[in-house]
């Protein structure tokens, strides 16, 4: 199995910026790739940004340009650093990860935009 605690979430205004963490722990050995996903209050969950081992990036189209995903694979951690917040960025930030068997979800961590 693999653990993922994230961190980094809050209250920023409008522009600002923060940068979330997600370390894994566990059977780490099984992890491919790793991303992040977030859900605004009754919307689905949808993905953000997803880099691979290799680092192969992947972004939403409405973060493109803002975000930028990384990982340091021997810290087992994947960043998510989110710069020119807008309102519609508030949900809660997930991170994923996907392995050779099961892929993992982290606990979620809450980011606000206020404006």
């Known amino acids: 199995q693999v653990q993922l605690v994230e961190s980094g979430g809050g209250l920023v205004q409008v522009g600002g910026s923060l940068r979330l963490s997600c370390v894994a722990s566990?059977?780490?050995?099984?992890?491919?790739?790793m991303g992040w996903y977030r859900q605004a209050p009754g919307k689905q969950r949808e993905l953000v940004a997803v880099?691979?081992?290799?680092?192969?990036?992947n972004y939403a189209d409405s973060v493109k340009g803002r975000f930028t995903i990384s990982r340091d694979n021997a810290r087992n951690t994947v960043y998510l650093q989110m710069n020119s917040l807008k309102p519609e960025d508030t949900a809660v930030y997930y991170c994923?990860?996907?392995?050779?068997?099961?892929?993992?979800w982290g606990q979620g961590t809450q980011v606000t935009v206020s404006s």
């Open positions: 566990g059977s780490i050995f099984s992890i491919n790739t």
């Open positions: 994923r990860v996907t392995t050779t068997g099961l892929p993992y």
């Open positions: 880099i691979t081992r290799g680092g192969v990036t």
